[in-house]
């Protein structure tokens, strides 16, 4: 399987939102989520115009044989609120037909490799399939060098559904 990441380009702002939607609204078994909380309003990703305006803001899309897998969203913004850092993975989504065949791991480490720095990464503690995910793709990429805060109170954007503080790694590409 050819896999490669490519710049998500502005003419494509629309199946990055797409995708987005799709991220967002995918089930989980630990949210709840009202669908008629939103049911007439159109789907709005508050960033999605940074990653085409703003610097150091950065979209790629994963590609898989030529076909959209799933996205990683960049930014220069801490997730931590009291630490600085060169970059964060705000979203990362690898759509579920193409999970568990290393392209996750392939898209991490691609840009990983590409942006050399001080990484931030805020998960969700009750995500039964990025917990272990996470866990193991960084460990792999940094040798084990990296730090985790578990329900760490500064993280940016408050808290999750149901008031749940994000785990945040800190490490180094």
Avoid at 41 to 61: G, I, M, S
Avoid at 115 to 121: A, S
């Amino acid at each position: 399987m050819k896999l490669e990441l490519t710049r998500v380009k502005k003419n494509d702002k629309m199946l990055l939102k797409n995708l987005l939607e799709l991220y967002e609204n995918e089930p989980n078994d630990y949210e709840e989520i009202d669908a008629n909380e939103n049911e007439n309003k159109p789907y709005e990703y508050k960033h999605l115009d940074r990653y085409f305006t703003w610097e150091n803001w950065l979209a790629y899309f994963i590609m898989a044989d030529g076909n959209h897998a799933g996205f990683v969203l960049i930014s220069p913004d801490s997730v931590a609120l009291d630490i600085p850092t060169d970059y964060s993975i705000y979203e990362f989504f690898v759509m579920p037909e193409y999970r568990r065949l290393g392209i996750g791991r392939f898209a991490v480490n691609s840009i990983l490799d590409m942006y050399k720095g001080n990484w931030q990464l805020k998960r969700d503690p009750r995500d039964k399939n990025s917990v272990p995910f996470w866990n193991k793709v960084i460990d792999e990429y940094t040798n084990g060098n990296f730090e985790i805060k578990e329900s760490y109170p500064n993280s940016g954007g408050g808290t999750y559904s149901g008031g749940v503080w994000g785990d945040v790694f800190f490490f180094e590409s």
